[in-house]
């Protein structure tokens, strides 16, 4: 079978038996096999071989392809681990990349507000089995071994918080505000007056409910709004897993509102996912079912347009296997409460959401993806000399939440 020749090269430190439709069994890799790949459908031979970046997540969706032994997270990190399976319609992919990759990308309004709803607009209560309690849908921060996804998330907001060097009375814009967690949490914490745009009609309703049930909602607004529509000034810009929905040719007018937006001595704190390897494509299955129009740039790809708009980087920090940590949290939660999600949607939903955060964590892990946090500013002094600042301002948050407890 020409598909298990094409794994052969792919599996190399461990090792995975497949089963083919007529039910010939072939060994990849070293050792005995804990895992076996099982296909049920002849057709599938031909698809996973000419384009088994999008067909192998189908099939699973599909049940056409069952995994024995194990789950498909075992199988994807086999499979991710070494080298990445190609087929001709892949490689042919990666040539055209240059061209393929903004037309893929290109988000006007109306295409950016259809692929939000693709995701976003899912029953909140799907997004209510796995999140934490503030509904964080973007990495969180791990700074010591053995915390909670909760304490976690907490940890994150107090991370970015801290970046923004917010003060009392401080106006802030939150692109891309989620359920409205982050907007609530600084209100609550720094005494700031935050307006949250998402193009979610779900978020925008559990945002608002957020901010009236916190006592926040005199302090706090949102508004279902493209960053490319938003008046006025703030002091600070947060935009927190939005970017990665901008696509590379739209990152010129956003940095530029970034800075039109943005007060003379304000502060800005971009948080993104980003590859460590250049610029790429985005993983074919990934763009047709679960972000469309989704991309995560290569730093490469992001500075220079920073530059463009006159911007300073003020500071950039890496986040490597924090958003892996993330993920396994969610797909270990999503698993535990799968059954309600199943009654929420169907098997193949589950399925497909399953294949999503397997294969989301094992591309931190083992293919480059990493999380990076950037602090803009408009002016050479908007900041401190040194970042010692930004301990001290994370200190203060977590004793302040400690006391409140």
């Given at each position: 079978m020409l598909f298990a020749r094409l794994l052969k090269d792919a599996v190399r430190s461990d090792s995975l038996a497949l089963v083919d439709a007529r039910g010939h069994r072939h060994v990849l890799g070293q050792g005995e096999p804990r895992i076996t790949l099982r296909l049920h459908d002849p057709a599938l031979h031909r698809e996973l071989l000419l384009n088994p970046r999008l067909a192998f997540g189908e099939a699973y969706m599909d049940g056409r392809m069952t995994v024995e032994g194990g789950g498909i997270y075992e199988v994807l990190s086999i499979l991710t681990r070494d080298a990445q399976v190609e087929g001709?319609?892949?490689?042919?992919?990666?040539?055209?990349?240059?061209?393929?990759?903004?037309?893929?990308?290109?988000?006007?309004?109306?295409?950016?507000?259809?692929?939000?709803?693709?995701?976003?607009?899912?029953?909140?209560?799907?997004?209510?089995?796995?999140l934490d309690r503030n509904m964080q849908y973007s990495c969180a921060y791990f700074p010591r071994p053995g915390m909670t996804l909760d304490e976690a998330q907490e940890a994150k907001m107090r991370h970015i918080a801290a970046k923004l060097l917010l003060q009392p009375g401080h106006s802030v814009?939150?692109?891309?505000?989620?359920?409205?967690?982050?907007?609530?949490?600084?209100?609550r914490h720094a005494g700031v007056e935050v307006t949250g745009i998402t193009l979610s009609t779900e978020q925008l309703e559990a945002a608002r409910e957020r901010a009236e049930r916190c006592g926040v909602a005199d302090r706090v607004r949102f508004e279902l709004c493209d960053y490319r529509e938003v008046a006025g000034c703030f002091d600070r810009i947060v935009s927190v897993g939005m970017?990665?929905?901008?696509?590379?040719?739209?990152?010129?007018?956003?940095?530029?509102?970034?800075?039109?937006?943005?007060?003379?001595?304000?502060?800005?704190?971009?948080?993104?996912?980003?590859?460590?390897?250049?610029?790429?494509?985005?993983?074919?299955?990934?763009?047709?079912?679960?972000?469309?129009?989704?991309?995560?740039?290569?730093?490469?790809?992001?500075?220079?347009?920073?530059?463009?708009?006159?911007?300073?980087?003020?500071?950039?920090?890496?986040?490597?296997?924090?958003?892996?940590?993330?993920?396994?949290?969610?797909?270990?939660?999503?698993?535990?409460?799968?059954?309600?999600?199943?009654?929420?949607?169907?098997?193949?939903?589950?399925?497909?959401?399953?294949?999503?955060?397997?294969g989301a964590e094992l591309s931190f892990r083992h293919q480059g993806h990493m999380?990076?946090?950037?602090?803009?500013?408009?002016?050479?002094?908007?900041?401190?000399?040194?970042?010692?600042?930004?301990?001290?301002?994370?200190?203060?948050?977590?004793?302040?939440r400690v006391l409140a407890a």
């Open positions: 001709p319609v892949g490689r042919l992919v990666e040539a055209l990349a240059p061209i393929t990759r903004r037309i893929q990308q290109t988000n006007p309004l109306k295409r950016s507000r259809d692929n939000v709803a693709h995701h976003y607009d899912l029953s909140r209560r799907l997004y209510e089995l796995f814009l939150d692109i891309g505000c989620g359920w409205g967690g982050m907007a609530v949490f600084l209100a970017f990665e929905h901008v696509g590379a040719p739209h990152y010129g007018r956003f940095f530029a509102r970034v800075r039109e937006l943005l007060a003379d001595d304000g502060v800005a704190l971009l948080h993104s996912i980003g590859r460590s390897d250049g610029p790429g494509v985005t993983n074919a299955w990934f763009r047709k079912y679960i972000f469309p129009g989704g991309y995560s740039p290569a730093l490469s790809e992001v500075v220079p347009e920073v530059e463009r708009a006159g911007l300073w980087a003020t500071d950039i920090e890496i986040l490597r296997l924090h958003y892996a940590e993330t993920l396994r949290h969610w797909r270990e939660r999503f698993a535990q409460r799968r059954d309600e999600a199943k009654r929420l949607y169907d098997e193949r939903f589950c399925r497909m959401w399953e294949f999503y955060l397997s999380v990076f946090q950037m602090q803009l500013a408009k002016s050479i002094g908007a900041v401190p000399l040194t970042r010692d600042y930004m301990v001290e301002a994370e200190r203060r948050l977590a004793d302040a």
